[in-house]
């Protein structure tokens, strides 16, 4: 067994005291420091925050080691107990970091918690010398305030929340006890109302994937005073940092509120153990390069908010609405033309988690749960409503993750055809590993649901006819084959059009199509001027779906498969 204990040497600091105690199994062995944490496929690189190493053995006598790589420690001990003592700075709270004041603790041991290579199957217990008044939300096993975990994968997907200020809501649905911790200013005045929407939508997505294996599942949210959105799965638990706090009860908050604990419960299933086979299991050393984000985010984003929708939760006019945020995010991303979804979810370790270079890539989050929508229409419309994607994932739950292997692209693929009957080699090859406009494929399934999708040009005249995307008067985007393309380039400073100060007319000036304009633009501090000749417009246009005026019994009878509407 291996053994931390956490400590503050002075609560108000930013310095977490780590020691762990190991019983090495031989005389030379290394231990590590995760360099990413699950759920961020991005280098983490939490050694940077990691100082004063030092190694003793049970006589408190130092022990020689040598640091080999950024990550890696080598400890020789002769005896039979070896202590690593470190400290953690922490200085942020999201989704994933770790914070610890005189407060809380707010622990992701996945970037505290050095571990040995070749124990990780060894149990892993945490003592957390806190104040003896303060609560621990914690999805592991508990032996008073010690928190107990039978490997270290279950340690590292098991963050803990712990104060003396914490707030906690509590339901049932199917034997499972689910917990909400809140820690901020929260005015829980609507609980009845949150512990109902969250009852129907866990129910229906339980329901939906026909197994729950765990007693006990923990929402930790974190509601700062500051705006915030951030979300990350975990065995049997999420954190969630959601703000401003004084907006909790508004319903813009409530309604991403929901949204993001509905797709962060459905990645129980999706991703945490429904997993790619690149990650089967997770090394925690390296990147762990995969191309099918597409299904583990790209599916759950699509069924986070249709849980919503099917469980009675929110109306048809929401829905629709959440549709036209993601065909907005979509269809004004020219990189996708450029990078299919499947290269963008290799690339994730890359830049997936940064604007990037302008127009390269497309998200597996939104283009994720368009294509996800697309195969969902596929399957009802080809099954007469008998199948959905519900099917696809169930079967990947059964066939995959309960024989205890990853998937493949293939595996995905192979597993849709069975479900739907047919092959759906055109659908992987326009929309997974191609860029194939999805535009007419959404219009033609979506009509047979008595919805229909309607172009929506640019309101803003610049963005429409000249291809500008302006921010505070810097360019920040630029429509490929446009006019501004000729002359432009991200950075540059508009002052004015046609003589006349852009801060001034930004609102009101009026473009139109076939005329020539003057601009006088500041380019690395340089006045410069360019000429631009406007065409037809479009650029930066997206679409929106609306209801279509009639609808046939057969329309109305998928729709309800579909959104159960």
Same mark, same amino acid.
Request: include cysteine; charged fraction near 25%; glycine fraction near 6%.
């Given at each position: ?434 860029? &194939?406009?999805?535009?007419?494929? $959404? *219009? %033609?399934?979506? @009509?047979?649901?008595?919805? !229909?999708?309607?172009? =929506?040009?640019? /309101? ?52 139109? &199509?076939?005329?020539?304009?003057? $601009? *006088? %633009?500041?380019? @690395?501090?340089?006045?410069? !001027?360019?000429?631009? =000749?406007?065409? /037809? ?29």
């Amino acid at each position: 067994m291996i053994q931390y204990r956490l400590s503050q040497n002075f609560p108000h600091d930013s310095f977490l005291q780590v020691e762990a105690v190991i019983k090495p199994s031989k005389a030379d062995f290394e231990v590590k420091l995760p360099e990413w944490r699950p759920g961020r496929y991005q280098l983490g690189n939490f050694s940077k925050y990691l100082r004063n190493f030092k190694v003793i053995d049970q006589n408190r006598k130092p022990l020689n080691f040598k640091k080999i790589n950024k990550n890696t420690w080598l400890i020789n001990s002769e005896g039979e107990e070896c202590i690593i003592r470190y400290e953690i700075y922490t200085s942020i709270i999201d989704g994933g970091s770790t914070f610890v004041d005189e407060e809380h603790w707010y622990l992701n041991f996945i970037n505290c918690m050095l571990y040995e290579p070749d124990e990780m199957y060894q149990v892993h217990k945490v003592q957390l010398n806190i104040p003896k008044d303060w609560a621990v939300a914690c999805g592991l096993k508990r032996e008073g305030k010690d928190l107990i975990a039978g490997s270290f994968y279950k340690l590292v997907d098991s963050p803990a929340l712990a104060g003396g200020n914490l707030q906690h809501i509590e339901y049932q649905v199917k034997g499972t006890n689910f917990h909400l911790w809140f820690r901020g200013k929260v005015d829980l005045k609507n609980k009845d109302k949150i512990l109902s929407d969250f009852r129907k939508f866990t129910a229906l997505q339980m329901e939906t994937m026909g197994g729950f294996e765990s007693e006990d599942y923990h929402f930790l949210f974190q509601i700062p005073d500051e705006k915030a959105y951030h979300g990350v799965e975990h065995l049997n638990s999420t954190c969630i940092v959601l703000g401003p706090a004084k907006k909790f009860n508004t319903e813009t908050f409530y309604n991403n509120f929901l949204g993001i604990s509905s797709h962060e419960l459905f990645h129980y299933w999706n991703i945490i153990r429904i997993r790619p086979e690149e990650m089967y299991p997770y090394d925690f050393d390296k990147e762990n390069y995969f191309t099918t984000g597409y299904i583990a985010e790209g599916v759950t984003t699509y069924y986070g908010d249709l849980f919503l929708i099917r469980s009675g939760v929110k109306d048809l006019d929401w829905y629709l609405e959440e549709l036209n945020i993601l065909f907005k995010r979509h269809f004004e991303n020219y990189g996708r033309f450029n990078t299919s979804v499947a290269e963008s979810s290799w690339d994730l370790w890359l830049d997936g988690y940064e604007a990037g270079i302008p127009n390269r890539k497309v998200s597996i989050y939104v283009k994720g749960a368009l294509i996800a929508l697309i195969l969902d229409l596929k399957i009802i419309l080809e099954t007469k409503g008998e199948k959905c994607l519900n099917n696809v994932m169930r079967k990947l739950w059964s066939d995959f993750y309960k024989k205890d292997i990853g998937y493949s692209p293939e595996d995905y693929l192979r597993t849709a055809e069975t479900v739907i009957g047919k092959k759906l080699t055109d659908y992987s090859t326009k929309f997974i590993t191609g860029c &194939e406009p999805i535009e007419n494929e $959404l *219009k %033609i399934l979506l @009509n047979k649901f008595g919805f !229909e999708m309607e172009l =929506k040009l640019n /309101k803003n005249l610049i963005t429409h006819f000249f291809g500008l995307k302006i921010n505070e008067s810097v360019v920040v985007g630029i429509a490929p084959d446009s006019p501004a393309e000729k002359a432009f380039r991200i950075g540059d400073k508009l002052i004015s059009i046609n003589d006349q100060k852009f801060e001034e007319i930004e609102d009101t000036i009026q473009i139109e &199509e076939d005329k020539s304009y003057n $601009l *006088k %633009i500041f380019r @690395n501090n340089n006045l410069r !001027e360019v000429t631009i =000749k406007t065409e /037809k417009g479009g650029f930066y246009s997206t679409y929106i779906i609306k209801e279509n005026n009639k609808i046939s019994a057969t329309e109305k009878a998928m729709r309800k498969v579909w959104l159960n509407v």
